[in-house]
């Protein structure tokens, strides 16, 4: 700020909205920032911008919304606007405008292979899978190298059953110059194993990616060895599952608290299953002060505080402590969580709803909730059998089984869900 007196004074009303976005974090100061702004510089494209994260900080969608209409009507060719609309339509569940947004993109760049991308982003979301497919090799065909698209093609291929194909694309990525993108694709490989319930596969896979990345100095394990505490869980090996824990907080900077705080998360998980309730609260602890005490609004404080209480046996407080979590942030594994919780709490109209929409959800964050990416046909199946609708618990069971048909044998998960597809076909037919 303190060079601001030398700026303009249009420069000036801008400096003032970023320290406010950027120090102050004060999206309801930002707004009536903007809104001067724009008072004075009706088309000023910061301003409008501005007004939309404020907004979306808010949690005030339709109005975020609104605040890119009116800057489309005044600048058609501002593509991050059609971007941003894309994707927050689509949050909305208005899907037409989300795709009429992406393709008004598209046609102002149709030799820019990011449009594409997206678009295959908005269709894996409805789970339009070929669609998804075809957009993202449409972004290849505008540039052959573009990476996110490769390694989104591949994950393609991983739902559609096609892994082979997944298999090649991520070793292909694997032997890209760029360490991150190297690292990534390790990633992708051990997930096409869990994916298909091959889960000693994929925690060698894990294991070996981890190595590699420390060769190449790109020494990022944090998700990987969170997925494979969620692979430990699974199999019941809670001692393991502490150990990975352990070993990766060790190895990163005790500032990187994005990752760090879900290794936390796995802790917690863990000494809630074991009943070690006080080492789950000592570790909440760990993680208010890597959120620097700032944990209340923090959407991993309260997934843990829902695991607890899960452990404790107390429902209405985990479908509390769940949705808290899921107001914050949607993404795959706290809608999974929530679902499941609905359906523990016997809420089943609910968790029927969460499932159920869920299943359908190929976007981004499905490829990091290991294992719950596949079991979300197991529980949404469980819940169509509590209601009563013996044919969907059937397909979904079918589905479930499908996909891990030839995943490791003696898998409990896999055992249950063939006992009760065995007792549903039996009761369908007599």
């Given at each position: ?28 100061k930002?707004?009536?920032l ?29 109005s ?33 405008r ?21 678009r295959?982003?908005?269709?894996s979301?409805e ?32 739902y ?9 694309t991520?070793?292909?990525?694997a ?10 694709a ?13 889960l000693?596969s ?26 494979r ?5 699974e ?5 393991a ?6 070993v ?31 080492k ?29 209480a899960e ?14 979590a ?18 523990m ?5 609910r ?14 964050s ?14 949404l ?15 979904e ?10 995943a ?23």
């Amino acid at each position: 700020m303190r060079f601001s007196d030398h700026a303009s004074p249009r420069q000036r009303d801008k400096i003032r909205a970023q320290y406010v976005i950027t120090v102050e974090e004060n999206p309801r100061k930002l707004i009536g920032l903007c809104r001067d702004i724009l008072e004075k510089y009706p088309n000023d494209i910061f301003a409008f911008m501005g007004t939309f994260f404020a907004y979306l900080e808010l949690h005030h969608k339709d109005s975020a919304l609104l605040a890119l209409e009116e800057l489309v009507e005044l600048d058609p060719l501002f593509r991050e606007a059609y971007n941003q609309m894309a994707y927050k339509y689509q949050e909305v569940g208005n899907f037409d405008r989300s795709i009429w947004a992406i393709n008004k993109y598209i046609e102002i760049a149709p030799d820019e292979p990011n449009p594409y991308d997206y678009r295959g982003d908005l269709y894996s979301c409805e789970g339009m899978l070929d669609e998804a497919k075809s957009s993202f090799a449409h972004a290849l065909t505008v540039d052959p190298e573009f990476t996110m698209s490769r390694a989104n093609l591949g994950l393609m291929y991983m739902y559609l059953g096609q892994f082979d194909s997944a298999r090649t694309t991520f070793q292909q990525l694997a032997n890209e110059s760029d360490p991150s993108i190297r690292s990534q694709a390790r990633f992708g490989l051990g997930a096409i194993a869990a994916y298909r319930g091959q889960l000693q596969s994929a925690l060698q896979m894990f294991e070996q990616g981890i190595a590699a990345d420390a060769l190449d100095g790109n020494d990022e394990p944090g998700f990987k060895h969170h997925s494979r505490m969620l692979i430990w869980i699974e199999l019941g090996d809670l001692d393991a599952a502490l150990i990975d824990a352990t070993v990766g907080l060790s190895k990163m900077d005790s500032t990187d608290v994005s990752v760090r705080r879900w290794l936390l998360e796995r802790m917690v998980r863990v000494y809630s299953l074991r009943k070690e309730f006080d080492k789950a609260q000592s570790t909440m602890q760990r993680l208010a002060v890597a959120l620097n005490y700032k944990h209340e609004t923090n959407i991993v404080w309260w997934i843990c505080a829902a695991h607890i209480a899960e452990a404790r046996g107390l429902r209405d407080s985990t479908v509390e402590y769940r949705e808290r979590a899921h107001d914050i942030n949607a993404f795959f594994y706290v809608s999974f969580e929530l679902g499941r919780a609905y359906l523990m709490a016997g809420q089943l109209g609910r968790s029927v709803y969460m499932l159920e929409k869920l299943s359908k959800d190929y976007g981004h964050s499905r490829e990091f909730a290991i294992i719950k990416n596949v079991t979300v046909h197991y529980y949404l199946a469980q819940a169509y059998e509590q209601s009563g609708w013996a044919d969907k618990a059937i397909a979904e069971y079918e589905k479930f089984l499908e996909i891990w048909k030839d995943a490791d044998p003696g898998l409990e998960t896999v055992e249950d869900a063939r006992k009760r597809l065995a007792r549903l076909r039996g009761e369908s037919s007599s």
